[in-house]
């Protein structure tokens, strides 16, 4: 594939109102994001909005996926919130997003991580430049997705969006890397693919061959 065009340890913790001080202001969502359309090659070819995109026959599209890591080297795992249209419930990596036309790969993950969890990161590192997946949900809408693998170092505690995420945990990626493999319907079907990947394992901490 070419790459990126130039371009269970702990505690789950559920969601509070921003009345209970759960949550943190963070920046709005464009009025109308745009997802940038792709062709085989992973070469742009277009824009769609993102409110529709995702359909019964989505077309390739350009993604991101980031994994954020703690001072202990955990892992932050979310569970999606249960509003989602596609795998509602599902726990899945630390976040996912699309960059928008022109916009670079680092800030896409920054503003991201700023408007699903309310957290800075920091060191961020491309360790699956050439992943892409494509997956169906139960109810049938499909993801198809050129989506480079990130990781990122945590500089705050994450205070996320409640209507995103329902819950977060941090946890021991050797103790996720064994629950992916045994109960893999408990999570987003790219996390079990991505963490199936040595590049990411050893970014994780894991040895080789884990």
């Known amino acids: 594939m070419n790459s990126a065009p130039s371009r269970?340890?702990?505690?789950?913790?559920?969601?509070?109102s921003p009345g209970n001080g759960g949550t943190v202001p963070t920046?709005?969502?464009p009025a109308a994001e745009q997802v940038v359309l792709l062709d085989p090659h992973h070469q742009p070819i277009g824009t769609a909005p993102k409110a529709n995109v995702h359909t019964t026959d989505t077309p390739l599209h350009l993604a991101f996926s980031c994994?954020?890591?703690?001072?202990d080297g955990q892992?932050?795992?979310t569970r999606r919130a249960l509003s989602k249209k596609t795998w509602p419930g599902v726990w899945t990596n630390s976040f996912c997003g699309h960059p928008g036309p022109g916009?670079?790969?680092q800030d896409a993950i920054t503003r991201r991580a700023a408007q699903e969890l309310g957290m800075e990161i920091t060191n961020l590192q491309e360790v699956l430049p050439d992943f892409a997946y494509r997956a169906v949900d139960a109810s049938g809408v499909v993801e198809n997705e050129f989506c480079p693998v990130w990781v990122a170092q945590a500089?705050?505690?994450?205070?996320p969006q409640a209507s995103e995420i329902a819950e977060f945990t941090w946890v021991d990626p050797a103790d996720l890397l064994v629950a992916s493999r045994g109960l893999a319907r408990v999570f987003s079907p790219w996390l079990v693919e991505e963490?199936?990947?040595?590049?990411?394992q050893e970014s994780?901490?894991?040895a080789a061959g884990s």
């Open 75 to 77: 892992v932050l795992l």
């Open 103 to 105: 916009e670079d790969f």
């Open 155 to 159: 500089a705050s505690q994450p205070r």
């Open 8 to 16: 269970v340890r702990g505690q789950a913790q559920r969601q509070t």
């Open 27 to 29: 920046p709005a969502e």
């Open 204 to 206: 994780l901490g894991l």
């Open 195 to 200: 963490i199936a990947e040595q590049p990411l």
């Open 67 to 71: 994994w954020v890591v703690n001072d």
